[in-house]
């Protein structure tokens, strides 16, 4: 059955997107700088005005996919309409409104950021983005309590204000460098590591559900184990931030066991979405999605699970922390996990949103497998750039300067799988957004995807 207000999804989407094509671009360009320092001038665009958007875009683009699973799965799961979708849209106009200004604010220099990596936002853009928080989460938990309550919607909706919460981390900023990567870390780490990863599980679970046919309950006792090791792990595995920031030195310890327990709720998401399909009696129609759901579990175990695994260690953080390997496995990780998982849920949700049959699968699948290519070989190629500089750097003692030129041929076959990601992510909008005529279907006819659904 679909409901009414599950259109709101459409109107995060698309911001989304416009952001997501944003963020790519910006990274493409970042890229290029790294290969001709020298071709765009530094009082034009500097280096790390480029970065800011980049990460800035990637932060508010998922949060806007979040968003939108959020109003696309709870009135199915609660059946219910959202409560109030007048909210709903003003929660959107105050959050896409603000990251244009910020965006805006870091190309023109219009006011000082905080030098804060992905928290550079000025203060009146943290307090807007707040007010947007709280009415979102009003929104939904008045949609939950007044309707059904499902293991998918108190796993999603322990997210959702967990990342409400942690992000109050980010409006104290004191002066002490120490106490300042702490309390940074507890918003970064703890989104990306911790609550985040039960969104990833809860939407990850309706996916499932959905696509597969199997019972609920078995979906259940999966997610219930999934983010039962998700929160034991990733908690006291912000630890492994805190092994050189001037913290006690129980820290290692502490981050050392807990980080390597991280990559255990990862294999679980693997293990749980390849064994739904195998188990499952629905031949869904959206193959499309199914790959992107299956390749976000895939991807973000290799880059969440064993690319964090590598280095997390303190043994090994000693001499990697601050390289390239750092930025492979960020890049692997954000785009494996949450990248993906948005993909995802867009491209199961829109043909429904828009009454149309899964339309564009072939290019859909194509630019899964471009996208991710791109993402996988720049993975790979930070990975041999950081393993070298490791070793020049920090074994050799040779200047940053001096092993940044020993680095060209990485960086230049990063920018090559640069052009290939930003080639996929144009791929997938275009396959999600323009359907081919033939498969148009008029107003009040069901489509394949809609019964499936029912």
Known sequence: MQYKTQSIAKTYWLGAMLIFAVQVLFGLLGGLVYVMPNLIPVNLLDFST?????????????????????????????????YSPKLAYIQFAI???????????????????????????????????????????FNISMTVLQGRKTAITNVLLFGLWGIAIFF?????????????????????????????????????????????????????????VIVATALFSGILGTGHHFYWIGAPGYWQWIGSIFSALEIVPFFGMVLFTFSMVWKGRRDHPNKAALLWS???????????????????????????HGTQVTAAHGHLAFYGAYVCLNLAIMTYAFPQLYNRAPYNQVLNMLSFWVLSSGVVFMTVSLTFAGV????????MGMSYMDAQDQLGLFYIMRLGAGVVTVIGAFLFIYSLLVPRSAEAIAPGRSTPVAAAAE
């Open 95 to 137: 959050f896409f409104g603000g990251a244009l200004a910020a965006v805006v604010g870091y190309l023109f220099h219009i006011h000082a950021s905080e030098a804060r990596s992905y928290l550079e936002q000025p203060l009146w853009v943290k307090l807007g983005i707040i007010v947007a928080a709280l009415i979102f989460l």
């Open 388 to 395: 070298l500089q490791t070793h020049l750097e920090r074994v």
């Open 168 to 224: 109050l981390f980010s409006l104290y900023n004191p002066a002490n460098l120490s106490e300042d990567k702490m309390f940074w870390w507890y918003v970064v780490h703890l989104w990306v590591e911790g609550v985040w990863e039960l969104v990833m599980a809860a939407v990850l679970a309706f996916l499932m559900l959905k696509m597969t046919g199997v019972d609920r309950e078995v979906i259940e006792k999966w997610l219930y």
């Open 294 to 320: 299956l390749g976000c579990s895939v991807l973000a175990f290799f880059g969440a699970g064993v690319w964090g695994f590598m280095h997390t260690l303190h043994g090994v953080n000693f001499y990697t």
């Open 50 to 82: 480029i970065r800011m958007v980049h990460t800035n875009a990637l932060i508010v683009w998922l949060l806007l996919g979040f968003f939108g699973a959020a109003y696309y799965l709870i009135p199915e799961e609660a059946e219910r309409e959202i």
